[in-house]
């Protein structure tokens, strides 16, 4: 890169299952005044805007044009970024190459969804019509078919992936911005509820949320001036694979998008030991056994020991490696805003505004994106320029 | 004040636009990255980052930038999308060259517009608590732009008529447009009335396609250029901006945020005197007023002085401007795909490569593209030699 950014500000919505106070404009507004409050900056400051959600889940053609108002981009620059579930990571991306461009030096980039608005299951169902719609069942279904390859594969129980799904609601509590709060949340709890596509309970899976969440990204010359302890982006990567489901065998345990991203990533910032050189992680996991996988794929432990991982509470908010201090896609998850709220979370902590879910003395935080079953995008946030 | 540094356009290509009822997306889009990789002299290994621009709901998918990944060979690579027109991708890959994020990035749009309503669609980019409800669509939100455009300043039906017949004429001399006519005034004021004063001849017809162009940072685009035995065209200047979307917040015949876009674009290209500086102007116009409109928002004329360029025959391939020799939108190019198509034929004309459509001597060509109702956005790009 030929110039630096940092993420300077960040603000969310309280995400929920119906917002019915706020249309989608209103909500994006909602989030990004919060975030130039954060910076005690004003619209008028602000030089660029980036937005991004899932059209088709709220019926919308162009949605940029109705939010722009509220995203504050009025008569500047703006660009919608849609990549399905990366949509919100690939927006931050985005918002990092503007900022970066050395043609901006203040750019917000709002992320939304507004599931109450639409049927999010008739959405994921319109996959390609030749190949996948015919089986096409929306998350938990396609999920359901790699989760059991995975657990074959690996040896990952159901009680394990539960230990996930507690881990992220009781981390949940900690932030006044999350969706599921669930103060009585057990292994038992998630083990009897509903199952809904073998081998996932209900509450082994995300909610469908309504909620926008906004970053403010900073050039070199403008972030300490605005913000204290600025997250700096220290590497950003996307890798895409085929779409097809029968084209992955085996995809949990292979994943292979988020092992190219790690491994890139990696090699450029000298990290050999991602649990240790990581303070904080910020991991899209839509479903429980997702993060185990991603465990794996991120190099935080052997192939097969991610079970153990969450056993020794290694990724508990005491552990070596917080693993989504926020409660995670776990426990919030407007798909648009989802992959914004992984980057604003992971840059909350080093701006040390992180509240009651603050992990103590964060440096270095990895960010990770993910949808379309396969996507990556992945980025480094650090304390240091 | 220039660009930081330069970026140049070496590969662009086009489908034939027009129906394409027995092919799919991928097939579709599989021409012009096929067609832009040989225009380029570059193997799919020398793409770094694709910016692909299309909408979920003219796709019919959720999602659905992933038709595109295998067929612009971003499996196992680097890949985003823009839910715009595509003159936006083409904006944001030149961000992604500029910030250092990558050196060669491929560009693509592409719009089945047949296989979707234009009615339902355009309907959908209206707010659905005022405007959707009103049954306002771009057809009709556009007679209500042109007949204020008429009253305030006195343009006629007939003037609207005369870029009608200008563009569907220059389209004889472009291979790729779907609607060359050789019509009169008259045909177009007796074609059939959809949207008062819009008529059936006013309008850009219904149309398939795709465009892709190949960018890359200035040492690779002289290398690459150089292996084809050309110069790079260079991005000299770019602006994109939005305007209120409620249509009752604006003054539709002013189009301020064009006025906005150009302007940027202007100083960055360092240009004074739009009408003496810029030899060709390819103007996305999916309604025949707006090409006179929009030729006041760019500031070749005073406010509702375009009739009188019309009227004058400046705006003639052999006029003192030439605007859209390519036969523009109204010879049928798709709605996403128009934007991109302006900055290939801008692209075009600046190599001296135009073929039929060629405008001697052009050194710098100003590229245009619009979306939203009544041209909510603009974005302006200047390339030249």
Not at chain 1, 51 to 80: C, I, S
Not at chain 1, 298 to 303: A, K, N, S, W
Not at chain 1, 313 to 318: A, K, Q
Request: net charge negative; aromatic share 8%.
């Amino acid at each position: 890169m030929k110039r630096n950014a940092a993420i300077i500000a960040t603000g969310q919505t309280k995400h929920q299952s119906k917002r019915n106070d706020a249309n989608q404009a209103e909500m994006v507004f909602e989030a990004a005044r919060r975030a130039l409050e954060d910076a005690q900056l004003e619209m008028k400051d602000i030089d660029a805007v980036i937005t991004d959600n899932m059209e088709l889940f709220e019926g919308r053609a162009l949605p940029d044009m109705w939010v722009a108002e509220g995203a504050g981009a009025y008569m500047k620059h703006q660009l919608k970024i849609a990549t399905g579930g990366t949509s919100g990571s690939s927006a931050v991306i985005a918002g990092y190459y503007t900022a970066a461009s050395g043609l901006f030096d203040l750019v917000m980039v709002v992320g939304f969804e507004k599931h109450s608005d639409g049927h999010t299951f008739a959405g994921m169902t319109l996959t390609n019509p030749f190949w996948d719609r015919p089986i096409a069942s929306a998350a938990p279904g396609n999920f359901a078919l790699s989760i059991t390859e995975y657990m074959a594969s690996r040896g990952v129980t159901q009680e394990q992936a539960a230990m996930v799904a507690v881990k992220a609601r009781k981390n949940a509590l900690n932030n006044p911005y999350a969706h599921l709060h669930i103060p009585d949340i057990t292994v038992e709890k998630v083990l009897n509820s509903r199952m809904i596509a073998y081998p996932i309970h209900l509450l082994d899976m995300c909610p469908q949320s309504d909620g926008a969440c906004a970053i403010i990204y900073a050039s070199e010359k403008k972030a300490k001036e605005f913000c204290e302890n600025p997250a700096w982006v220290k590497a950003a990567i996307t890798r895409h694979d085929t779409p097809y489901l029968g084209d992955h065998i085996d995809r949990l345990a292979t994943i292979r998008t988020i092992r190219e991203c790690s491994r890139i990533i990696y090699k450029k910032l000298g990290i050999t030991d991602p649990v240790k050189q990581f303070d904080v992680a910020e991991i899209y996991e839509p479903v429980s056994y997702a993060e185990l996988a991603w465990y794996e794929a991120m190099g935080f432990c052997e192939e097969g020991e991610a079970g153990k991982l969450i056993e020794d509470g290694v990724t508990s908010m005491d552990g070596e490696l917080p693993v989504n201090p926020s409660g995670g896609v776990l426990s919030t998850n407007p798909v648009g805003a989802s992959g914004v709220i992984r980057a604003a979370e992971g840059a909350l902590q080093i701006h040390g505004k992180a509240g009651k879910r603050q992990v103590p003395d964060v440096e270095t935080v990895l960010v990770h994106g993910y949808g379309v079953y396969t996507w990556c995008d992945m980025m480094v946030l650090s304390s240091h320029l | 004040m220039g660009l930081p540094e330069r970026v140049g356009v070496v590969g662009v290509a086009q489908t034939k636009y027009g129906l394409k009822r027995n092919q799919t997306i991928p097939e579709v889009a599989y021409e012009v990255v096929t067609g832009v990789l040989d225009d380029a002299g570059l193997n799919i290994r020398d793409i770094e980052n694709v910016v692909s621009s299309s909408v979920d709901l003219w796709d019919g998918a959720t999602a659905s930038g992933a038709f595109l990944t295998e067929v612009v060979g971003a499996v196992m690579g680097s890949e985003t999308r823009v839910s715009e027109d595509g003159i936006l991708a083409a904006l944001h890959a030149t961000l992604n060259i500029l910030s250092g994020g990558f050196d060669v990035v491929m560009v693509i749009a592409h719009c089945l517009g047949s296989r979707g309503s234009h009615y339902d669609i355009t309907n959908w980019v209206f707010d659905p608590v005022y405007q959707q409800k009103l049954g306002l669509d771009y057809l009709s939100s556009a007679g209500l732009q042109a007949s204020w455009y008429m009253d305030k300043y006195g343009l006629s039906e007939e003037q609207f008529a005369k870029v009608s017949v200008k563009n569907h004429k220059n389209a004889f001399n472009n291979p790729y447009a779907y609607q060359p006519l050789n019509i009169s005034v008259d045909d177009v004021l007796s074609s059939e009335m959809l949207s008062y004063p819009i008529k059936a001849l006013d309008t850009a017809p219904v149309s398939d396609g795709a465009c892709a162009l190949i960018l890359a940072s200035e040492e690779r685009a002289k290398e690459i250029a150089r292996e084809k035995g050309r110069e790079p065209v260079w991005i000299k200047g770019l602006g994109n901006c939005y305007d209120s979307h409620y249509l009752g917040d604006r003054d539709l015949t002013e189009c301020e945020a064009l006025t906005v876009a150009a302007r940027k674009a202007y100083e960055l290209a360092g240009v004074e005197n739009p009408i003496k500086e810029i030899d060709v102007a390819e103007i996305s116009e999916p309604f025949s007023y707006q090409e006179l409109l929009w030729l006041e928002g760019l500031g070749f004329c005073e406010r509702g002085g375009a009739g009188k360029l019309i009227d004058e025959g400046v705006t003639e391939t052999d006029g003192e401007i030439p605007v859209n020799p390519s036969g523009g939108m109204l010879s049928g190019n798709p709605y996403i795909v128009a934007g991109l198509t302006r900055l290939a034929e801008a692209v075009e004309q600046c190599r001296g490569e135009a073929g039929d459509r060629q405008i001697p001597g052009v050194e710098t060509a100003l590229a245009h593209g619009t979306t939203g109702p009544c041209g909510q956005m603009h974005c302006v790009v200047i390339v030249g030699r």
